[in-house]
């Protein structure tokens, strides 16, 4: 199976900052990765597919790069609203697996 | 507008049984590969099962195989999950989902919960 690296586990930003949160998969997934943004009683929402391409209506600020293991999804001015862990997923294989997640916390 | 819209969930003793449902609407049914996702109470998003548009291929977690079953009826566009011989560690909220090229579809999860 492949594994999914997400790190940091936990991380405090200032409304405005610019953050990164990185995905390493255990071998080569193309760019079939996804970020999802989860808060807490609600399912997980779609920000980014194909590694890189931004959902229909997802701000501007969230952008996700990478190819191959190396992930990132960065999020620029962060809002009060992006409170809230985000997760990684691939669907290179027919068993999807997902990092561990990032709380993204207020400073 | 994609739409998946889970039932069946609820309270299960050790060893029971539950069927899950998962109605699927917006898009050609028979065309996809759909997925079950679990998320237990504070934890991670767990891949369950997948089956593909035709059934002909389908695949479980090793947390699940033998006593998961996934099925899907595409003239009524429904996904199914028979979970059998349920244990206390199964206790998560189950989604229904599709990822492919175009993007990502997820259920709003039914939750299911075994406990004595």
């Known amino acids: 199976d492949i594994q999914m690296t997400q790190s940091p586990s936990t991380l405090s930003a200032s409304v405005g900052d610019r953050v990164t949160i990185t995905c390493r998969a255990s071998?080569?997934?193309?760019?079939?990765l996804a970020w999802y943004q989860q808060k807490p009683g609600k399912a997980p929402n779609l920000l980014i597919y194909?590694?890189?391409l931004l959902e229909t209506g997802v701000p501007s600020r969230f952008s996700g790069s990478g190819s191959g293991t190396e992930f990132t999804l960065t999020i620029n001015s962060l809002q009060a609203d992006d409170f809230a862990t985000y997760y990684c997923?691939?669907?290179?294989?027919?068993?999807?697996?997902f990092g561990q997640g990032t709380k993204v916390e207020i400073k | 507008e994609v739409q998946l819209v889970e039932s069946g969930g609820g309270l299960v003793k050790p060893g029971g049984s539950l069927r899950l449902s998962c109605a699927a609407s917006g898009f050609t049914f028979s065309s996809y590969t759909l997925n079950w996702v679990r998320q237990a109470p504070g934890k991670g998003l767990e891949w369950v099962s997948s089956?593909?548009?035709?059934?002909?291929?389908?695949y479980y977690a090793d947390s699940v195989k033998g006593r998961f079953i996934i099925s899907r009826d595409n003239a009524k566009n429904s996904l199914f999950l028979q979970m059998n011989n349920l244990r206390v560690e199964d206790t998560a909220v189950y989604y229904c989902?599709?990822?492919?090229?175009?993007?990502?579809?997820w259920g709003q999860g039914t939750l299911v919960t075994v406990s004595s």
């Open positions: 194909k590694a890189s």
């Open positions: 989902a599709r990822v492919d090229i175009l993007g990502a579809y």
């Open positions: 997923q691939q669907y290179n294989s027919y068993s999807w697996t």
């Open positions: 071998q080569s997934i193309s760019t079939w």
């Open positions: 089956i593909s548009d035709t059934s002909t291929y389908i």
